[in-house]
Each structure stands twice: as C-alpha cells, then as structure tokens.
C-alpha cells in the first residue's frame, strides 16, 4: 500500500504542485485548502485528488480534518506544511491583526498540523515533517516584518523537531523558496516582476513544479538520513 502524503494548502499554486508530485510518485496524496471551494473543486476535478476544508490556523479543526484524511485513505506518513499567507505592511503601519493572521497560521499553523500527527509517527517509527519557509524568513524582508518572523519561526521548529524524531525515523526539513511563478507573483505589474526577475541570478522566476521536486525527495525513503536542513531553492537569490 501506498504512503499516505497530506499537503496543506494544496489546492493552489506551490501547494497543488507538491499535491500532483507526490501522486506522481506514487503517493496516496489528501490536500487541505482554507476557503476557496472553487479552486479546490477544480484541482479535485483536474487531478483525481481528493481536497479537506479546514484553517491551519484553527488547532481543534486540525484535529479534525486529519481525522476525516486517516479515516478515508488511513495514517499520515508525510506532513507537508506548506499553507501560508501574507499580510505585508511597513513595520510603523502594521496592525495586530495583521501581525496575528500571519503568526497563526504561517508558524502556529505549522504547529497545529504537526502536533495531532507526531505521535503516530513515533508510534510507526516513520515519518515525513517537510515545512514550506521562504527565503525572507532566512534574509528578511521590508514589509513583512510578520511573515519573516512567521516563516524565520519555521527554521527553527524544523531544526529543534529533527533532533526529536531522529531516532524515531522521523525527519524534519524545510525548503526556503525564492519568487516562484505563482498567481500570485504573476499578478505584480510586469515592471515590478522584471525587478525581481533582475535580482535572481540564474534570470528567470522558479517553477512551482521546481519545489514540489525537492518536496519529492525529501518525503522519500531515501532520504532518510536528511533531517534539520533547509533546502534554498531560489535561483542564487540568496545563500546562507
Ligand atoms: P497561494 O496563495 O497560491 O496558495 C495558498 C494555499 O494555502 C491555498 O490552497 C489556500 O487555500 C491555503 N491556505 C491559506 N490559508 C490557509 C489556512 N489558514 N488553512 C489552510 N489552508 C490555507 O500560495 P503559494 O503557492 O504562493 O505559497 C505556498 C507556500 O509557499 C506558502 O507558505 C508561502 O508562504 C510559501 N512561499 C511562496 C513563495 C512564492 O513565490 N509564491 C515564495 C516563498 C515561499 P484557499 O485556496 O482556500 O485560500
């Protein structure tokens, strides 16, 4: 039987990628999404995958939806943390609510997730933590002082995680990505997108599909002796 692989925010850009991917690659894959019904009945449509409403940000929903995920296609073997948002704002104009949004559900969130699962993978003495960062929660970034905290939150959960399920045959790694080609960096006026583009050595955006390929070998047997690193996939933009 099949391993089962749960993506969170997997009905949409970088998300849906690492959905087909893992299907791909012979993976029983669940995708979680936040609110977007059509998006995510359409991605059920295009790819056979069977998508879960619930907020990442919501502990007691969590519990829940993996609940549905195990009861219909069994025990989550790969977690891949990768539902986020962005909420930006210069730090002297930025709200509470703001700070909140992104802390709860791009770091707690992460928590959230991982935590209902953690146990059952100690139990079977086999699991997949792969957490989404981004490179601006490695380097920073002006105007979003709440999503590099969030996602610089993320490293750190991976590294301290790692040390606690190594010797359970569990691994915990992140992927900080660059600009990848997403909606939502589409959607940036062409002048804005050819400065970004001009700051990326290799000259071109990444491809979700270039992050689901590193979510790929990271869930893989394989890889078992990867734990507590961070794979920077972002064209040279940036190295630690
Ligand atoms: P998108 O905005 O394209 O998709 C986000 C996905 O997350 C959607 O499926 C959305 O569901 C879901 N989501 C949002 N909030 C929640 C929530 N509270 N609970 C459950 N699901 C939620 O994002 P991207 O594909 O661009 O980004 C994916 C990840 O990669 C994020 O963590 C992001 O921070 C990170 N990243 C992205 C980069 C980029 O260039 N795009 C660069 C670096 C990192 P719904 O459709 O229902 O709203």
Not at 129 to 135: D, M, P, T, Y
Request: aromatic share 8%; charged share 20%; with cysteine.
């Amino acid at each position: 039987m099949s391993r089962v692989a749960l993506v969170t925010g997997g009905s949409r850009g970088i998300g849906a990628a690492i959905a087909v991917a893992l299907k791909e690659a012979g993976y029983t894959v669940a995708a979680n999404y936040a609110g977007n019904d059509e998006a995510a009945a359409k991605f059920t449509e295009e790819t056979g995958i069977k998508t879960y409403k619930w907020s990442v940000a919501d502990y007691d929903a969590c519990v829940e939806g993996i609940a549905k995920v195990e009861a219909d296609l069994g025990p989550v073997e790969i977690l891949v943390n990768n539902a986020g948002i962005t909420r930006d704002g210069m730090f002297h104009k930025m709200t509470r609510e703001q700070w909140q949004e992104v802390i709860d559900t791009n770091l707690s969130g992460v928590f959230n997730m991982t935590h209902p699962l953690w146990n059952g993978m100690r139990d079977r003495k086999f699991g997949r933590i792969i957490n989404i960062s981004s490179i601006n929660g490695q380097k920073g970034q002006m105007g979003q002082a709440n999503y590099s905290a969030a996602k610089a939150g993320d490293l750190g959960f991976t590294k301290a995680l790692a040390q606690e399920g190594a010797f359970k045959g569990i691994t915990v790694n992140a992927i900080c990505p660059g600009y990848i080609a997403t909606e939502m960096v589409m959607a940036v006026p062409e002048k804005v997108r050819e400065a970004i583009i001009s700051q990326i050595p290799v000259g071109r955006l990444g491809e979700a599909s270039e992050i689901a390929r590193c979510v790929v070998f990271l869930a893989s047997d394989d890889a078992g002796f990867v734990t507590g690193s961070t794979i920077s996939a972002n064209g040279g933009q940036y190295f630690t």
